[in-house]
């Protein structure tokens, strides 16, 4: 049986950053990944840096609107794949869901779809925390309430930075889902045997609301429909309660300015409805290497440089979860910012 292990969290908690140093390491050569996605344009499969004997497999949706269809369907072939030995005989697979899954219908297909279940098995649930917005995260969305509660292991991001308060957060934590263990990454870095140590998933032991999570998804199997209704229905660009996602793609460079000028109004004017922001961009002063940007709320980390871009493609991508911001106020505010800034720069010359 080949262990499948499931890595989810809210927007913005750190799972990709937790998930690119995993990869890095000699413990975790020969790993499949499967990257979720939320909307129209992914791109954590360029930011995700693995060893020479891993390597990704993208499948981009809402995970949690379309189960049966994205995840057992990419399951499948990565089995059918390494059968045929067209991919290296990767030995374990981490699921990697969008910030916005609800991961009761993730755990019921891995436990219980005929496709998958014969030959891979659940080897537990990591759920990142993030400890400067997590507390606020889980009073405003139950996906992230269910996200803790399934839980095998929790991790703590983020608690280096100054705002953070992790201590209260634990308490939160352990009242949701005391049977995890609660550890602490730092700067996105943990030891891979205290995340993967768990074993095979037992919602027995976890607490009643998650047995009733999964008894739910698998009532939902037996009528046949996911709760969305059929796929071809579902916009995945729109997850309800006003939240949707966009990305903006430029191809003009973004002066270092006008970014900085263009991520300070956001944050100052739309920070509470600004889920998540992340991006590569191409910074008019540094054009061989892409800027990495990662946002969440009013929250901004500093600029991250890669040392080459991942592909061919360079125009700038700006990825927004957002709760009732219309897209075209974020692109007329960037596009006003670049040109006031471009227009300073004329002047002084």
């Known amino acids: 049986m080949i262990p499948v292990s499931v890595l989810t969290g809210f927007l913005g908690s750190g799972k990709t950053t937790l998930l690119s140093h995993l990869l890095r390491r000699p413990e975790f050569a020969r790993t499949a990944v499967v990257i979720n996605e939320f909307g129209e344009v992914g791109l954590d499969h360029d930011l995700v840096e693995t060893s020479d004997e891993s390597f990704v497999q993208l499948q981009t949706g809402c995970l949690c609107c379309t189960i049966r269809g994205d ?19 990767f030995e374990r697979v981490v699921v990697e869901t969008t910030g916005l899954a609800d991961p009761a219908p993730i755990l ?26 997590g507390a606020g995260t889980l009073e405003r969305h139950r996906e992230s309430v269910k996200q803790v509660a399934v839980a095998d292991r929790l991790v703590l991001t983020k608690t280096d930075l100054p705002e953070a308060s992790p201590e209260a957060l634990r308490a939160r934590l352990a009242a949701l889902n005391p049977a995890a263990p609660v550890l602490r990454a730092e700067h996105g870095r943990i030891e891979p045997e ?138 007329q505010l960037l596009e006003a910012l670049d040109d006031e800034v471009a227009l300073a720069e004329a002047n002084r010359t």
């Open 194 to 331: 205290r995340l993967f140590d768990a074993g095979l998933y037992d919602p027995a032991g976890k607490t009643p609301d998650v047995a009733r999570w999964l008894a739910a998804e698998a009532h939902a199997d037996r009528h046949a429909h996911h709760h969305h209704g059929h796929d071809h229905a579902h916009d995945p660009n729109r997850h309800g309660e006003g939240i949707t996602t966009f990305c903006l793609t430029r191809e003009k460079p973004i002066r270092a300015v006008a970014l900085a000028l263009f991520l300070e109004t956001l944050a100052e004017h739309r920070g509470a409805d600004l889920l998540r922001v992340k991006g590569i961009l191409n910074i008019a002063e540094s054009p061989d290497r892409p800027a990495v940007i990662h946002g969440v709320q009013h929250v901004f980390h500093p600029l991250a440089w890669l040392d080459r871009w991942p592909s061919e493609d360079r125009h700038s991508r700006l990825v927004f979860i957002t709760r009732d911001i219309p897209r075209a106020w974020i692109e």
């Open 108 to 133: 019921h297909a891995l436990m219980t779809d005929p496709v998958v279940a014969g030959r891979m098995a659940l080897a537990g649930v990591v759920t990142t925390v993030d400890a400067v917005n």
């Open 71 to 89: 995840l057992v369907r990419t399951l499948d072939d990565l089995l059918q794949r390494r059968d045929a030995g067209t991919v290296p005989p």
